[in-house]
Structure formats: structure tokens, C-alpha cells
Nanobody
Framework: QVQLVESGGGLVQAGGSLRLSCTAS????????MGWFRQAPGKERDFVAHISWNGINLDYADSVKGRFTISRDNAKNTVYLQMTSLKPEDTAVYYC?????????????????WGQGTQVTVSS
């Protein structure tokens, strides 16, 4: 069992930055691939970024490429999402997730554990 807790969300003006953190606890959490997803009101949960257990393989949704950076510190059991040049359309609840597999990580169904989410609101 892995428990995930997100933090770092908040209200920011367009063009600003935020860094989200996701701290994992539980058995062997450092060997899981990790992902970030987001869900805006009335919309489906969308893929944002994922990172392999060793931090080597990364991928991003086209909508955030060049603006968001995913990273991880396995010594701290923490995954980060650095968000820059934020836009109002980035407003959503952001969720981190852990996966025991290393494929189809852009699909929410590939993940086994989810955090409770953290709200990010970008004002125009």
C-alpha cells in the first residue's frame, strides 16, 4: 500500500509559478513510476506529466510542454511538478499517482494509487 499526499497548490496570477509536491509513504514507494493529472470542473481527469522510478524517462502533455517540469527525489520519497508561465486554463485540481508498471503512463487507469488532490487556481 502506498499513500500519496500532495501540497503546494494555491492561487496565482497568470504568468506566475507554483511548485507542487507529492510525498509518498508505504512499501517500496521509490520504485513506482509517478504521474501528475489534473481535473477541471466538469471535465475529465487529464494527464499532465509522468516520470519513471529512476527519473530518466519523462513525458508531458502537449499543453504543458516547455512550461512544467516533473522531477523526483527518491531519498525524500517526493515527486515535484514545477509549473511556470501559468495560464487560467491550468486551473484544476492536481493529483499525483503511483504506478507499478512502466507503460501507458499517460492513461489514468495505469496507476494504482492516488493522492487526494491539491487545487491550483490561476487568475487572469
Amino acid at each position: 500500500q502506498v499513500q500519496l499526499v500532495e501540497s503546494g497548490g494555491g492561487l496565482v496570477q497568470a504568468g506566475g509559478s507554483l511548485r507542487l509536491s507529492c510525498t509518498a509513504s508505504g512499501r517500496a514507494s521509490s520504485v513506482y513510476a509517478m504521474g501528475w493529472f489534473r481535473q477541471a470542473p466538469g471535465k475529465e481527469r487529464d494527464f499532465v506529466a509522468h516520470i519513471s522510478w529512476n527519473g530518466i524517462n519523462l513525458d508531458y502533455a502537449d499543453s504543458v510542454k516547455g512550461r512544467f517540469t516533473i522531477s523526483r527525489d527518491n531519498a525524500k520519497n517526493t515527486v515535484y511538478l514545477q509549473m511556470t508561465s501559468l495560464k487560467p486554463e491550468d486551473t484544476a485540481v492536481y493529483y499525483c499517482a503511483a504506478s507499478r508498471v512502466s507503460f501507458r503512463l499517460w492513461v489514468s487507469g495505469s496507476y494504482d494509487y492516488w493522492g487526494q488532490g491539491t487545487q491550483v487556481t490561476v487568475s487572469s
